[in-house]
Each structure stands twice: as structure tokens, then as C-alpha cells.
């Protein structure tokens, strides 16, 4: 059992909701943040996900001590993690398979956050990537052109 009292472990896992919440928000262009049932869908109770695709996301459920999932009375009393991503097998399916896991005590949940911030930065840092090489330089708003519009043979 933690060494924490419920009220405490509440008290972190309101902040580590809490957390989760301002790392969507900062990064919403290109992250969000999904409330899920890790028994139905398999991921966990908080997933982050590229806004666009399911090619990756990070997964963090909550752990309990005496009880399960199913008790309207639990208190998370740590947490696991898990970073995946969909990966093509020879016969054409792309399971989820995992790249990173781990378990955070509730006293350190500043460092799932941290986690969490690392995944939505890159998730971030990469869509930013990809929209910089898809952009057409000819179309693209804010670039100026000289001469009127293009044509076939110009």
C-alpha cells in the first residue's frame, strides 16, 4: 500500500488529470488528450494521440491496490505507462506494440507529466515537420508572388 492517505492520492491524481489537460491544450494543434476505459479499448484511462492518424500514442493507466477498476470507490495508487505505436506485421496488420512502458509512483507524478510533455512536444515537433515539407511554396498563404498567376506553361 502507498504511504500516501487517500486524500493525498487524490490530491495527485487531480493534478496529474490536471496536468494531462494543460499538455493537450499547449500542444491541441496536433494532440489530444482522450479519457478512455482501458478494458474496452486497451490503451489506458488517459491516452494522447496525434490529431491526426493512430499511428502513435501514450497510455497511462491507473493502478490500484485491494480493488479494481470496476469499484466506483478506487483510488489510484500509482501509475503505469506505456508509449506505442502501430507497427505493419508480415501478414498486413498493424497492432499496437510497444516502444516504452513504465510505472510512476503517486509522489513522483511530476515525472509522468514530464513524460507526457516529452511524447506531445515530439507528436508536435513532427506534424510541425511534415506540414513545413507538404506545404505547396507556390499556394501557400502569406507568400508573395510577382508576375499574376501561374498557368500550364509558365
Known sequence: MSELSDEELVERTTALVGGLEQIAKRYEEHVFLAWEDPVTFGAGHFVLYPETGEITRF??????????????????????????????????????????????????????????????????????????LTVDPLTAPGVERHGGQRTFLS
Open 59 to 132: 497510455a497511462i493507466e491507473e493502478q490500484y491496490t485491494d480493488t479494481d477498476w470496476s469499484d466506483d470507490e478506487r483510488i489510484a495508487t500509482s501509475w503505469t505507462w506505456d508509449s506505442q505505436a502501430r507497427v505493419r506485421q508480415p501478414d498486413g496488420d498493424c497492432p499496437w506494440v510497444s516502444l516504452a512502458h513504465g510505472e510512476v509512483a503517486p509522489g513522483d507524478y511530476a515525472q509522468l507529466l514530464g513524460l507526457a510533455e516529452d511524447w506531445a512536444k515530439t507528436t508536435h515537433t513532427l506534424a510541425e515537420r511534415e506540414q513545413a
